[in-house]
């Protein structure tokens, strides 16, 4: 982010650097996968071009851990060959795979005990023997959960509750480092994470990794393995599966799950709109020559640079492109295409304190007025959230319950750009309107996790328009497969679950980049329909992959 926006742009205060530069390191490459490995191949493209203009060529030293294909991500990255280095000298024990599956409490729905209960007692049993752990968890509220049960658990054994820490996005940098370093020195026997600590922090060599529901990838689940038995120690992981059906299937199939390499990631650096603001950015930086090529051949390249001079972004002189636009390029494009900034959190009750932060598109959903906020599992209620000033207002209080905000999303078709018929169905290309608005809370009891309560959300909505790919199928669908309608509502949400998980195999994007949606109803077709749409706004080219690959993508769907 600071080579993109600091750096870069003003590279003559960096005539130094840029003359000297002899190596470029690039850690954890298999993080730069989706939209995130698109921008920083571009950035990289940038940073190449300012390292000719002062006659330095740097080397490239990339590291990654678990995926198929590190040396393919590198060459991609830096668009140069690579020698790949793949034998691991790294110290390793011997290593104990457990695939838990919680007992069933209610078999005609299908759900088992509660995957975060169950991997709360795990690693209480653990914690009093006095054997180091981490617990991998899904989201930011489990990461809550499960360190609140893990301190009572330590309150009731008469240790120091400090023995057990949370840790995860939101929290103050000093304290993230506070928490790594007690890892380190045995201070911390128990330490519950979000994917935050999957990265290459140095926490020392921890006896017991345990994750509550599967991670979504092979190559996570390895990732997040590879934090027990850093030494010559025995080590043992322990996959508690939730009730989701991917879960199921992985624990039902451990041959599947062994059997697989880690996925590959993949990254398309020449996606037209990520192109293009990068191409921005480095005109910014130096004018353009004629015969010059940025990512595409020669001839595309100038093909681009015409289309931005006719927009009166660039002027062209003498065969050389200029900037001419007043705005700074850089500081308009966020690598991760996100809303920009954050929502501090403040406690009212230490004359506005600081205690944490959380990203914008997260905060209606997250800090909403009265909702509990769980920090370390300290509990602070919401008082006011001011998106404006992107500030939450919040207090210290101890309840028995935790808040879980629920989310109306509203699609509306606002073009059909392709369409073509799909079997009986129909598959269109096209851009849609999408509104998200958190509405109701849940109050969940700690413990039994049994609903005491609800409460309204008054927030504004929050409205995107983005490009999205979707299947019509035949009005009288219910009657063809002598469907309920709730039977078709929940067979059109498991596909539509289905075809998000296969889509980023096929389209050169993470899966945190795409969503799904079904509907019995079409708001525009009157149709049943699922939707898949883009995650940030404006689309980034991934819908159009999804229209050209949607054969390959149902028959992975059905496998």
Request: glycine fraction near 6%.
């Amino acid at each position: 982010d600071i080579l993109h926006t600091g750096i870069l742009p003003h590279h003559t205060i960096w005539l130094r650097l840029f003359e000297n530069l002899e190596y470029v390191v690039i850690d954890e490459i298999h993080h730069y996968r989706g939209v995130f490995g698109s921008h920083l191949a571009n950035v990289i493209r940038r940073l190449k071009r300012i390292c000719a203009f002062y006659g330095s060529r740097p080397r490239f030293i990339c590291c990654s851990a678990t995926i198929a294909n590190p040396g393919d991500v590198a060459e991609r990255l830096i668009e140069e060959p690579v020698e790949l280095i793949n034998t691991n000298g790294a110290p390793s024990g011997e290593k104990h795979i457990l695939f838990y599956n919680p007992p069933v409490v209610n078999a005609e729905l299908g759900i088992r005990a509660s995957s975060v209960l169950k991997a709360a007692q795990i690693a209480a049993t653990f914690l009093s023997r006095d054997i180091q752990s981490i617990v991998f968890a899904r989201s930011r509220l489990r990461v809550e959960i499960l360190t609140t049960y893990l301190k009572e658990a330590a309150r009731k054994m008469g240790r120091d509750e400090s023995l057990v820490r949370g840790y995860r996005g939101g929290y103050l940098p000093n304290e993230r480092r506070e928490i790594e370093q007690g890892l380190r020195e045995g201070r911390v026997m128990a330490v519950v994470s979000t994917n935050a600590l999957e990265l290459g922090i140095d926490i020392g060599s921890l006896d017991v990794c345990i994750m509550a529901g599967y991670a979504g990838s092979v190559a996570s689940t390895w990732q997040q393995a590879g934090r027990a038995g850093r030494r010559n120690k025995t080590a043992l992981v322990v996959l508690v599966a939730s009730s989701a059906p991917l879960d199921q299937y992985i624990i039902e199939h451990p041959d599947y799950f062994f059997g697989q390499n880690p996925e590959n990631a993949v990254i398309d650096p020449n996606n037209l709109i990520i192109l293009a603001s990068h191409a921005k950015c480095a005109a910014f930086e130096l004018p353009f020559h004629e015969g010059e090529s940025f990512g595409l051949d020669p001839h595309s390249t100038a093909d681009l640079l015409d289309f931005l001079a006719e927009n009166r972004i660039l002027r062209k002189a003498g065969g050389k492109w200029h900037w001419s636009a007043e705005a700074y390029p850089a500081s308009e494009i966020s690598l991760r295409t996100a809303a920009p900034g954050n929502v501090v959190i403040l406690d009212v009750s230490r004359d506005g304190a600081v205690i944490g932060e959380v990203d914008y598109f997260s905060a209606p959903s997250e800090v909403y007025p009265n909702a509990i906020y769980l920090h370390e599992s300290r509990q602070y209620q919401v008082e006011n959230l001011d998106l404006q000033n992107r500030k939450a207002y919040a207090r210290p209080v101890e309840v028995d319950y935790y808040t879980d905000a629920e989310m109306k999303v509203d699609l509306r078709v606002l073009d059909r750009l392709r369409e073509e018929p799909f079997g009986q169905a129909a598959r269109v290309l096209g851009e849609l309107s999408v509104t998200w608005l958190p509405t109701v809370y849940k109050k969940i009891k700690f413990g039994t996790h049994e609903n005491v309560g609800w409460g309204e959300i008054h927030l504004p909505e929050q409205t995107m328009h983005t490009a999205a790919f979707w299947f019509e199928f035949p009005e009288d669908l219910d009657v063809q497969l002598d469907a309920t309608r709730d039977a078709l509502s929940g067979g059109l949400l498991g596909l539509a679950s289905a075809l998000r998980q296969v889509s980023p195999v096929h389209v050169l994007c993470d899966l945190s980049d795409v969503r799904s949606h079904a509907v019995l109803r079409s708001p525009e077709s009157e149709r049943p329909a699922i939707f898949l749409y883009e995650k940030w706004p404006g689309g980034a080219g991934f819908s159009e992959k999804l229209f050209t690959h949607a054969r390959f993508i149902v028959e992975a769907a059905r496998e």
